[in-house]
């Protein structure tokens, strides 16, 4: 599925994501059986992968999405949904993934990782994969990785031959976006929601294919505990891009936080 920080989003402790090596794109060649573990240019080891909330991590370039838990933390949670406007889902027509770019560009202005050599999938495997391996010869296409998924729980052992299995998450859906006004967006806006790690996380396939388009009304990640957090960042999103979401959606996520 495809899929300025955000507004009134405060970020309370330090540290930012590790620096993302500046690489030539490898391309879409096969994968030699030889592979690499991960390492920057500088030798410096790439992000553990260790999920943040999305509270401390506003512009998305830390993996992951820990629980909200915190009283204190649910309450900042739920005034930032309350932040998000509303109005009615409009018709999905007219609406076409090429509308935002072709997928995992890396040229989308605006962004962070936005034109570092590496496209916007293997950027977002490097942020929250941990025992990353490269393709031999490239700092950019991750061919293995362990994940922690956030929607299900799960630990995935991830291979790049069954790609499949791990799956790129729009938080806040394209098409989701296009019925929420972005069909009336400029073409660089949309390749930034498109693009923007704030709205990327990855995810079992499974589950991304079963949320599909669904705003939080109809679908919300299967594990319980980072359900606030899930709706944290979706309602980030909304801010950030001043997107309005149904009524039924915003609802659903201020009860994820106590609202």
Request: charged fraction near 25%; proline fraction near 7%.
């Amino acid at each position: 599925m495809t899929r300025d920080p955000g507004r009134g989003v405060r970020v309370r402790r330090a540290g930012g994501a590790a620096a993302v090596a500046v690489v030539l794109l490898a391309g879409c060649e096969s994968i030699p059986e030889a592979d690499v573990p991960a390492v920057g240019s500088s030798g410096a080891a790439t992000p553990d992968g260790k999920a943040v909330s999305p509270l401390d991590n506003p512009d998305g370039t830390r993996p992951g999405l820990a629980p909200v838990r915190d009283a204190r933390d649910r309450a900042e949670a739920a005034a930032l949904i309350d932040k998000a406007a509303t109005k009615g889902r409009g018709p999905r027509t007219g609406y076409d993934r090429d509308e935002y770019g072709y997928a995992w560009m890396d040229t989308a202005d605006g962004v962070p990782l936005a034109r570092n050599g590496c496209d916007t999938r293997n950027d977002i495997l490097r942020r929250d994969g941990q025992e990353l391996r490269f393709r031999s010869g490239s700092d950019c296409v991750v061919v293995s990785l362990t994940l922690a998924d956030p929607y299900t729980g799960k630990t995935i052992e991830w291979r790049k031959q069954q790609a499949a299995e791990v799956q790129i998450d729009h938080v806040v859906p394209l098409s989701y976006s296009w019925q929420m006004g972005a069909s009336r967006w400029s073409e660089a806006k949309r390749r930034q929601l498109a693009n923007d790690p704030l709205n990327l996380m990855p995810v079992d396939g499974g589950a991304n294919s079963a949320k599909s388009d669904s705003g939080p009304a109809s679908w919300l990640p299967p594990s319980r505990a980072v359900r606030c957090a899930y709706a944290v960042r979706f309602a980030q999103v909304a801010v950030k891009y001043e997107m309005p979401v149904t009524s039924a959606d915003k609802r659903a996520m201020a009860a994820q936080c106590g609202g």
